[in-house]
């Protein structure tokens, strides 16, 4: 149906504490993308899935950053312990092969105080 | 590992001016391109691609690209910008069998009425 959605639009939380980031794919997407957005620079890489699977996770920036797609669609971006540092806003996008274009979604702006 | 250049972080146009932005990649390889823009308000949404084929390459509203080779280059172009051209605009590139995209960090654009 719809594009690429995203939960919450926005999440405030305090340093240490652990915050979940969700992202529903375009129906029938078997790729999908995280990337984040720092202030003033351009999307950085995190991790894509091809299925249920990570096929790429070399851009999550340490053990605190988890990613999960266990049934092949909707996606879960976990940080634990979170840092001021992580304060960003967060990209989902999926595709329908790797090799095809990635539609992005609206993002989940986090703000760690 | 590759890396993306865009050369003017902030153009100022006036309407029916003619926009030229510059992006360079560094990777050896083939790869894919991407121009990517962000309306105020909105998410990324794609302006155009470029995988193989013609190097000149004509997006939406009226924007086109050029690929070209040998400077590893892939500027954007219009030749008449519009008040509602005002927006971000992302440079992105692709090896073809991976997923990763990497972006350059990004050129904002306003256009003056």
């Known amino acids: 149906g719809a594009g690429v959605s995203q939960t919450p639009s926005n999440k405030v939380t305090e340093k240490g504490k652990y915050v979940e980031l969700r992202c529903d794919p375009i129906s029938g997407h078997t790729a999908l993308y995280w990337y984040r957005q720092s202030l003033g620079q351009g999307p950085e890489f995190l991790i894509y899935?091809?299925?249920?699977?990570?096929?790429?996770d070399s851009g999550l920036p340490n053990d605190r950053f988890f990613a999960v797609r266990p049934e092949g669609s909707v996606s879960t971006l976990k940080i634990q312990r979170t840092e001021r540092g992580d304060s960003a806003v967060y990209l989902c996008?999926?595709?329908?092969?790797?090799?095809?274009?990635?539609?992005f979604g609206p993002g989940t702006r986090l703000l760690v105080l | 590992a590759q890396s993306v250049s865009q050369h003017n972080h902030h153009v100022i146009l006036s309407e029916a001016a003619s926009l030229e932005l510059g992006c360079n990649y560094s990777?050896?390889?083939?790869?894919?391109l991407f121009w990517y823009v962000q309306y105020p308000g909105q998410h990324l949404q794609l302006l155009l691609k470029?995988?193989?084929?013609?190097?000149l390459v004509k997006g939406i509203k009226g924007f086109e690209a050029e690929f070209i080779k040998s400077k590893f280059s892939f500027n954007l172009r219009k030749p008449s910008v519009q008040w509602s051209d005002t927006a971000e605009y992302f440079c992105a590139v692709k090896i073809p069998q991976g997923g990763k995209l990497i972006f350059g960090q990004g050129t904002e654009l306003s256009v003056k009425p």
């Open positions: 996008a999926s595709s329908g092969q790797v090799q095809e274009t990635q539609y």
């Open positions: 990777y050896g390889g083939t790869v894919n």
């Open positions: 899935f091809q299925g249920t699977g990570a096929a790429d």
């Open positions: 470029y995988f193989s084929g013609d190097p």
